[in-house]
T-cell receptor
Framework: DGGITQSPKYLFRKEGQNVTLSCEQN?????MYWYRQDPGQGLRLIYYSQIVNDFQKGDIAEGYSVSREKKESFPLTVTSAQKNPTAFYLC??????????????????FGSGTRLTVV | DQQVKQNSPSLSVQEGRISILNCDYTNSMFDYFLWYKKYPAEGPTFLIS?????DKNEDGRFTVFLNKSAKHLSLHIVPSQPGDSAVYFC?????????????FGAGTRLTVKP
């Protein structure tokens, strides 16, 4: 089955450490995204990538870094510069047909998320 | 800037009754709206969507209504079932966003009591 896989599901990090969250998709989607969810807030965009070897900052990119060396993979590194990293992180991917998003779900697929806790 | 707002953080309804979840937006360029359902520790799953050229879209127990003049949409669930208990996110997108597509509301936690 095609899908998007995030690992690990739970992650604990000591203050001052960098940690990398994995996101892999076998949907052949061009675009991939990282979102952060905090209680009482919507999903906020951290980084996105439209194509291999290219990525753009989202609304809250400070303290995070990404890479897109392969179409299938879009890992997110939470650096020690991120002041409040404890959150639920969601990866998503999307596709378009003829340049237009696909109805009805706009071609978006989400992973199951990683909960990061700083201890 | 919160361009998509869900002002009710929670909603509780009795099984069998109607659940109405509301969403407001500020960006008049939004032309496609989606509702996602999310269980704890899981990713959101797509529920239903509506294009700005329509004012209603129905899929089984779920109906989304769009009022463009008021910049408001709502999700109706009839009849509500205990399995519908989850957090519901409203999302919106606009052509200019290109691949930076979605803006999400803060979510409404729906509890359906047996």
């Amino acid at each position: 089955d095609g899908g998007i896989t995030q690992s690990p599901k739970y992650l604990f990090r000591k203050e001052g450490q960098n940690v990398t969250l994995s996101c892999e998709q076998n949907l052949n989607h061009d675009a991939m995204y990282w979102y952060r969810q905090d209680p009482g807030q919507g999903l906020r965009l951290i980084y996105y990538s439209q194509i291999v070897n290219d990525f753009q900052k989202g609304d809250i990119a400070e303290g995070y870094s990404v890479s897109r060396e392969k179409k299938e993979s879009f890992p997110l590194t939470v650096t020690s510069a991120q002041k409040n990293p404890t959150a639920f992180y969601l990866c998503a991917s999307s596709t378009r047909q003829g340049g237009r998003p696909l109805a009805p779900n706009y071609g978006y697929t989400f992973g199951s998320g990683t909960r990061l806790t700083v201890v | 800037d919160q361009q998509v707002k869900q002002n009710s953080p929670s909603l509780s309804v009795q099984e069998g009754r109607i659940s109405i979840l509301n969403c407001d937006y500020t960006n008049s360029m939004f032309d496609y709206f989606l509702w996602y359902k999310k269980y704890p520790a899981e990713g959101p799953t797509f529920l239903i969507s509506i294009s700005s050229i329509k004012d209603k879209n129905e899929d089984g127990r779920f109906t989304v209504f769009l009022n463009k003049s008021a910049k408001h949409l709502s999700l109706h669930i009839v009849p509500s079932q205990p399995g519908d208990s989850a957090v519901y996110f409203c999302a919106a997108t606009a052509p200019l966003y290109n691949n930076n597509d979605m803006r999400f509301g803060a979510g409404t936690r729906l509890t359906v009591k047996p």
